[in-house]
């Protein structure tokens, strides 16, 4: 069983700048792809990126150009960096492991971390 464990959030403001990671532990032998999501109150649950083995990534529009996903695997550590942020952009944010493709669907995943909270301010 593979094990994540989210760190990095903070409160910063508008146009601010942070760096997550996520450490994985346990079975992490098949771990073929990773993603970040996140989720505001009373909102739905968001794919915001993902990554797999061979490097491939995607992106949900609302970050394209702003965030930027990366693994370390000789770290056994996922990060999501953050720039430009919006307020819009405050939210408990999750990694997720065991797609077989690389998704931005919840669905797809099957082991999750217990997040970080990111809050930006106006």
């Known amino acids: 069983k593979v094990h994540l464990l989210e760190s990095g959030g903070g409160s910063v403001q508008a146009g601010g700048s942070l760096r997550l990671s996520c450490g994985f532990s346990?079975?992490?032998?098949?771990?073929?792809?990773l993603a970040w999501f996140r989720q505001a109150p009373g909102k739905a649950r968001e794919g915001v990126a993902a990554?797999?083995?061979?490097?491939?990534?995607m992106y949900a529009d609302s970050v394209k150009g702003r965030f930027t996903i990366s693994k370390d695997y000789a770290r056994n550590t996922l990060y999501l960096q953050m720039n430009s942020l919006k307020p819009e952009d405050t939210a408990k944010y999750y990694c997720?492991?065991?797609?077989?493709?690389?998704?931005?669907?919840?669905?797809?995943?099957?082991?999750w971390g217990q997040g970080t909270q990111v809050t930006v301010s106006s």
């Open positions: 997720a492991e065991g797609c077989e493709v690389v998704s931005l669907m919840g669905s797809s995943y099957n082991t």
């Open positions: 346990g079975y992490t032998t098949d771990i073929y792809c």
């Open positions: 990554i797999d083995s061979a490097g491939t990534t």
